[in-house]
């Protein structure tokens, strides 16, 4: 079972209903391996809260996301929404055990 969600923009008042929605398709078919890939654009420099609390709602739904299942993040451009470097943001998701994708390249070191 495969489910994407993607251009999340920091949408903190539909997380919930998001969170559920994943609860519901999970219940639905509990024998199905799922995995949950998140498809790009997480953070919204436009969300007041998000910019200044550096996403911390954001990393808070795929951290309850991954409780669910394995996430796959495919980096977006709005990932450097709240935190310049993308590397951190790399980082960060791989220390929360995200896999991240990513066809983007970071020219200061080539990864």
Do not use: K
Not at 23 to 41: F, K, Q
Not at 76 to 97: K, M
């Amino acid at each position: 079972l495969m489910l994407c969600v993607a251009d999340l923009h920091s949408a903190y008042a539909t997380a919930p209903q998001l969170v559920a929605a994943v609860d519901a398709a999970l219940a639905a078919h509990p024998d199905a391996e799922a995995m949950i890939l998140v498809n790009g654009d997480v953070f919204e420099r436009g969300n007041a809260v998000a910019r200044r609390t550096e996403g911390a709602g954001d990393w808070a739904l795929l951290d309850a996301l991954r409780d669910r299942a394995p996430v796959v993040l495919n980096i977006g451009n709005h990932e450097t929404a709240l935190v310049d470097d993308l590397a951190e943001v790399v980082r960060r998701a791989r220390e929360r055990d995200l896999v991240v994708v990513s066809s983007i390249r970071d020219t200061r070191t080539g990864r």
